[in-house]
């Protein structure tokens, strides 16, 4: 079982993400994008997608630091545990804050507003509620357990684990003893990678930063852009 | 020097009626589809009015177009990193109700009834959520013929705040149709805008298009956008916009909008321009000095050094004929009676408009005994304040209206004495003949163009240039299948991408 959870799953999970991503590009690039609702509802939209985007993408940067960044870094900066811990109990709490109720406005809205939920496909409603119940757990991990149960060391067991993964040497052993919320927020966190393909979440891959780069002003011809088709 | 062509577009205001034929039959063509239900492509406006999207020409709120930052010409809504930083969440963008929610009735209803004492009612649904409507409160023309007079009128970004007490008097009372489709401007604000770069303007015609599969649906097009011309439709979360039917175009017949107009108002042709110019013209300091700036990037088809150059950078001879001939080379440019949209905008728009002449037959009392002079007076009068028309395509500056009425005005005195006489003076001692600066045979040319021009001569449309293939022996045969099934024995031709325009 912990073979299949926390070698078998992730990958398989992170192989439908890059597989299935590349297969709807290239087969279904008019689906591609970031389906806006926008047009039909601004008011909520605006509070709930600045605090969830931006809520996120900090969230990521702490997975990242807390993640990624090895226990021994820090312990070569002199951080000391019990300075990290705390940190992150305070920034991640405010930004993990920041994400759920980003992510409740967009849900609520998502599900109250008629104009946006009768023009809300399955995956619309199934994205937002995944993310809700991952943000949820991910919060109440840093916010309630930090403080009621005490830290957690994630940094010697899930950001090993982690790391062994993306190298492909996973070291399944390192997770059987993680507490069982952590399993079950990254078990559906992975859950959310497969499932982006055929989401809305594909337009996280379409960050314009070539845009910084280009002319304003575009021009093409026909012959161009019929071989730009051709070549795709 | 970069030969560019433009098809572009004059509607001669003083003939449109407002009947409202291009919009269906452009909307029956291209937008009558789920999440288009609210987008006109081409759309008619009764001005002075809050307009389609409800005062898109307020800029203050929907920032859209090009404005001056130290001298350097910016988005107004700002640049990558201010796209970037807003791509969450557009402030600039409206939303459907500044449109308004489309709804259809429940004609079934009538069908289906069974007999009753009273009249069954088709009620309205809405078409984006399906849901009954009560009371729709604003809809596609919904102060046509200003109608809602001095509640809605005055809502036009146009009015100067004292303007309005006064003008919304029945008496005074002043209307005029202002029929829009998509600019195809030089320096179109919604190319720069999309930061998918899907946004483009063919080097051929000039059309503006959106790519629907690179198209990400970011939305900086519709807000950037000053003439909010670019739309986003919410089921297939892509921007669209009025594509200048390039379907037709490219076989070399008019838009749908221009083919069914009654009024034949519209007037196409293509315009050859250097590219290089553009930025610098859409640069210029002064707000009013960009009409003038924007004239200065046309070529003179009549020019045999231009035809030369065009030819060696390779422009289609069919368009260089085409140019020579161009019903809109000669309304705006040569005759300058044609006047750009909103040209403070700086995107240097492409279809143009001669102002309207307020019914001239109401205003003067006893026409048979004028002088050609007392028009003048006429001219400056007009029912329509020129201050207004200046404030929509002229950037205020009432010089170039002006000239346009005066050239409009001798124009119908000229055919006036023709056909029954003039009064003391002929209208070539006149001092509205020296105002107007146009010749007896240019207010002749004018005024067949104007009044009886036949199809061919309002609209000249080449047909597109389609570049041969390099290798068609390679296609022969293939049906289009020859990606997956090469035939046999040759081989594939490479892309001519190193061509450079």
């Known amino acids: ?232 | 020097m970069r030969i560019k062509a433009q098809i572009a577009m004059v509607m001669n205001l003083d003939k449109c009626i407002g009947c409202h034929t291009c919009s269906v039959t452009c909307k029956n063509t291209w937008t009558n589809r789920p999440g288009t239900e609210y987008v006109w492509f081409n759309n008619v406006e009764t001005r002075p009015g809050p307009g389609y999207p409800q005062e898109w020409e307020n800029q203050e709120r929907y920032r859209g177009g090009w404005s001056l930052v130290k001298g350097k010409l910016t988005l107004r809504s700002g640049g990558p990193g201010a796209k970037l930083a807003h791509i969450f969440y557009n402030p600039d963008l409206p939303s459907i109700d500044d449109y308004y929610e489309p709804w259809t009735y429940d004609y079934q209803a009538l069908v289906d009834s069974p007999r009753r004492k009273h009249q069954p009612v088709a009620r309205a649904h809405s078409l984006v959520t399906g849901e009954v409507m009560e009371k729709p409160i604003w809809g596609p023309n919904w102060d046509d013929d200003l109608a809602g007079g001095p509640e809605i009128a005055p809502r036009d970004p146009n009015l100067p705040a004292l303007f309005q007490q006064v003008a919304f008097e029945y008496e005074q009372a002043f209307m005029m149709y202002l029929p829009r489709i998509c600019n195809h401007c030089l320096n179109p604000a919604c190319v720069a805008a999309c930061p998918s770069g899907a946004m483009y303007k063919r080097e051929e015609d000039g059309i503006v298009l959106v790519d629907q599969d690179a198209c990400r649906g970011w939305r900086f097009c519709v807000s950037a956008c000053p003439y909010k011309k670019v739309y986003f439709n919410w089921n297939t979360h892509k921007a669209e916009k009025c594509n200048f039917c390039y379907p037709r175009i490219e076989a070399g017949l008019p838009t749908v909008c221009s083919e069914t107009c009654v009024g034949r108002i519209r007037y196409l042709g293509p315009i050859l321009y250097d590219a290089d110019k553009v930025k610098d013209a859409a640069s210029v300091s002064g707000l009013t000095d960009v009409y003038e700036a924007q004239l200065d990037i046309f070529l003179n088809p009549g020019d045999p050094d231009i035809i030369q150059e065009a030819r060696k950078q390779g422009i289609p001879e069919s368009w260089i004929e085409g140019a020579k001939k161009s019903p809109v080379y000669k309304m705006a440019i040569e005759w300058k009676i044609a006047l750009p949209l909103h040209p403070e905008y700086r995107t240097l728009p492409m279809v143009w408009y001669v102002p309207p002449l307020s019914p001239m037959m109401n205003h003067l009392a006893n026409e048979y005994a004028m002088d050609a002079d007392s028009y003048l007076t006429a001219v400056d009068s007009m029912r329509i304040p020129v201050e207004y028309l200046a404030s929509i395509l002229a950037a205020g500056d009432t010089a170039p209206v002006r000239r346009s009425l005066l050239r409009l005005t001798a124009l119908r005195v000229a055919k006036r004495e023709k056909n029954v006489g003039y009064g003391s003076e002929p209208l070539a001692s006149s001092r509205l003949f020296q105002e107007a600066g146009l010749t007896l045979d240019q207010l002749e040319e004018m005024a067949r163009l104007l009044a009886v021009a036949k199809h061919q001569e309002r609209f000249v449309v080449p047909t597109g240039n389609r570049n041969p293939d390099e290798n068609l022996e390679y296609q022969q045969g293939a049906c289009g299948l020859e990606e997956l099934a090469p035939p046999e024995g040759l081989k594939k031709p490479q892309p001519a991408r190193s061509v450079k325009r």
């Open chain 1, 1 to 232: 079982m912990n073979q299949f959870w926390w070698v078998i799953y992730p990958y398989v999970a992170l192989v439908v993400m890059i597989a299935g991503s590349l297969y709807r590009y290239a087969h279904n690039p008019m689906s591609w994008g970031s389906r806006s609702s926008e047009l039909l509802e601004k008011s909520w939209l605006k509070w709930g997608s600045l605090l969830f985007h931006w809520g996120i993408l900090l969230v990521i940067i702490g997975h990242v630091m807390g993640l990624l960044v090895p226990l021994s870094f820090y312990r070569a900066m002199g951080i000391s545990s019990a300075f990290y811990h705390e940190s992150a109990d305070i920034l991640g709490g405010i930004t993990g804050l920041m994400t759920w109720t980003g992510v409740l406005i967009l849900l609520g809205r998502r599900l109250s507003n008629i104009r946006v939920r009768r023009n809300s496909s399955l995956s619309d409603m199934l994205v937002l509620i995944l993310l809700f119940i991952v943000v949820t757990t991910g919060d109440y991990l840093t916010i309630v357990r930090n403080n009621v149960v005490g830290p957690y060391e994630y940094r010697s067991t899930v950001g090993p684990w982690l790391r062994g993964l993306l190298v492909f040497h996973p070291n399944q052993a390192l997770m059987v003893n993680v507490p069982l919320l952590f399993k079950i927020h990254i078990i559906l966190a992975f859950l959310v990678f497969a499932v982006s393909p055929f989401t809305r979440l594909v337009h996280i891959w379409s960050l314009p930063l070539a845009y910084f780069r280009r002319t304003p002003i575009q021009y093409r011809d026909r012959e161009q852009y019929r071989y730009k088709k051709i070549s795709m």
